[in-house]
């Protein structure tokens, strides 16, 4: 009998039914993970990976650099998400992928992925479901950034991280572990580590959240939402109808 279920499988879950097999092969992918330490690049722009990365615990991001030095965070990777699903498809790779944090991450040839999605209707629903919720997210993100102040901002991206981790069996009712520093923020949102932290300072003020040492508390998350405009429909949590 199953006891637990990887990270990478309660995620899926979301998107289609899977039975046991498929489970279980899903585990075997994550079952040996390795150490990576922060700022460690899993794919470099250009690379033509042959790989398949998964995050089991940590945080990684998709990222470009500008020609002044500066990062632009174009993707985060949680807990069960997928790296690199696609890549091998592409030839090479546009962007680069890199831990933000101490993570562990399994690598799995691309061809053992491929082979578990010919097998199973199951999993190749599930890893179809995960790439268009990547897609959805990414839309978000572009509103988020181009038309929202940047307290709301911030908000809409600490909900965004409560909801996603929440999903995968992390994180409180009302709280999380935010797992990168306030210079990841200001990356992800195009703005200084500067103004994050008066806005933080703000959110604080206004009663939106509390924080103590990394641990982010909504006091009142509905009020949080909907000061975010936070919808979490375009991430898809209640899964999809399953054929």
């Given at each position: 009998m199953?006891?637990?279920?990887?990270?990478?499988?309660r995620?899926?879950q979301?998107g289609?039914?899977l039975?046991?097999t498929?489970?279980a092969?899903?585990?075997?992918?994550?079952?040996?993970?390795?150490?990576?330490?922060?700022?460690v690049?899993?794919?470099?722009e250009?690379?033509r990976?042959?790989?398949v990365?998964v995050?089991t615990?940590?945080?990684?991001?998709r990222?470009?650099h500008?020609?002044?030095?500066?990062r632009?965070?174009?993707?985060?990777?949680?807990p069960?998400?997928?790296?690199?699903?696609?890549?091998?498809?592409?030839g090479?790779?546009?962007?680069?992928?890199?831990?933000l944090?101490p993570?562990?991450?399994?690598?799995?040839d691309?061809?053992?992925v491929?082979?578990?999605v010919d097998a199973?209707?199951g999993?190749?629903r599930?890893?179809?479901?995960?790439?268009?919720v990547?897609e959805?997210?990414?839309?978000?993100?572009l509103?988020?950034v181009?038309r929202r102040?940047?307290?709301?901002?911030v908000?809409?991206l600490f909900?965004?991280?409560?909801?996603?981790l929440?999903a995968?069996?992390?994180g409180?009712?009302t709280?999380?572990e935010?797992?990168?520093?306030?210079?990841?923020?200001?990356d992800?949102?195009?703005?200084?580590p500067v103004?994050v932290?008066?806005?933080?300072?703000?959110?604080?003020?206004q009663?939106?959240i509390t924080l103590?040492?990394r641990r982010?508390?909504?006091?009142?998350y509905?009020v949080?939402?909907?000061?975010?405009?936070f919808?979490?429909g375009?991430?898809?949590?209640?899964?999809a109808?399953h054929?």
């Open positions: 199953r006891q637990t279920k990887s990270h990478l499988v995620k899926l979301r289609a039914t039975c046991s498929d489970m092969r899903l585990d075997d992918l994550t079952r040996v993970a390795r150490l990576v330490a922060p700022g690049d899993l794919v470099q250009e690379d990976p042959r790989r990365h995050v615990e940590g945080v990684a991001c990222y470009r500008l020609p002044d030095g500066r632009a965070i174009v993707g985060l990777m949680l069960g998400d997928f790296c690199d699903l696609h890549m091998s498809v592409l090479h790779v546009d962007h680069a992928i890199g831990t944090v993570s562990r991450i399994a690598r799995v691309a061809t053992e491929l082979a578990l199973s209707s999993i190749s599930a890893c179809w479901w995960a790439s268009l990547e959805s997210i990414l839309r978000e993100w509103v988020n181009g102040p940047s307290i709301q901002q908000t809409h909900c965004e991280l409560h909801a996603r929440r995968v069996g992390l409180g009712e709280s999380f935010l797992p990168f520093t306030q210079p990841v923020i200001a992800l949102l195009g703005i200084s103004h932290q008066r806005v933080l300072r703000s959110m604080r003020n009663g939106l103590q040492a982010i508390t909504f006091p009142d509905d949080a939402a909907e000061f975010a405009h919808d979490p375009y991430l898809h949590l209640d899964g109808p054929r």
